[in-house]
């Protein structure tokens, strides 16, 4: 009788051993992913609060291309609208995009080339484009092996009551991995 009690005992504390170190790992797994996330959000919202500064630079040297400038505006305000890290990916992909066609509109202003402020800008935001381009791989990396984790044995059976599910990956959109079309205006 004691020692089956012992036994049935020894069972259980090896299950509850278990559960914790699943759900130990889940929580960990879960927290770098939120982690890798706000490491992005931080590099959004720096390169987004340069965006007000490069249009109201550009707009001086370029009077006949509004259309560009009004996209990166556009691309900065969907940003504020983003809750999620799909939208906000999807917002930043916008704005990618918005600032490759300005960078490449500017090409043909030599003086705003030429203006040490843009240049600064411009240095600004590709450098942060870049750091937002390795997080984007950490993060991804990190939504990876936590999504693998939750779809295995015996992870899938606690991930359920435990509310976790799987998370999205930040990736690029389609259209955003073409090169910009460029058009420009000239005055009427």
């Known amino acids: 009788m ?13 299950l509850a051993a278990v559960f914790v170190g699943i759900y130990n790992l889940l929580v960990q797994m ?49 940003f504020l609208s983003a809750t999620t890290p799909k939208e906000a990916a999807g917002a930043n992909n916008m704005l990618s995009g918005a600032l490759k066609s ?19 800008l411009q240095g600004r935001i590709s450098g942060v484009e870049t750091d937002i381009a390795s997080r984007r791989e950490y993060y991804n990396s990190a939504v990876a092996n936590y999504n693998t984790k939750i779809a295995q044995i015996p992870y899938v059976f606690f991930v359920g009551f435990m509310g976790y599910s799987a998370k999205e ?3 690029a959109e389609e259209e955003t991995k073409k090169a910009p079309e460029i058009k420009f205006n000239t005055p009427s």
């Open 2 to 14: 004691i020692i089956t009690l012992l036994i049935v005992l020894g069972v259980l504390l090896v």
């Open 169 to 171: 990956l930040f990736a």
């Open 30 to 78: 879960k927290i770098n992913v939120e982690r890798a996330w706000a490491n992005i959000a931080v590099l959004l919202k720096q390169r987004f609060d340069e965006i007000p500064n490069l249009v109201k630079v550009c707009e001086g040297y370029m009077q006949y291309e509004k259309g560009v400038l009004e996209k990166v505006t556009l691309a900065r305000t969907s």
């Open 102 to 120: 300005l960078f490449a509109v500017s090409e043909n202003y030599p003086t705003l080339k030429a203006d040490g402020t843009f240049l600064h």
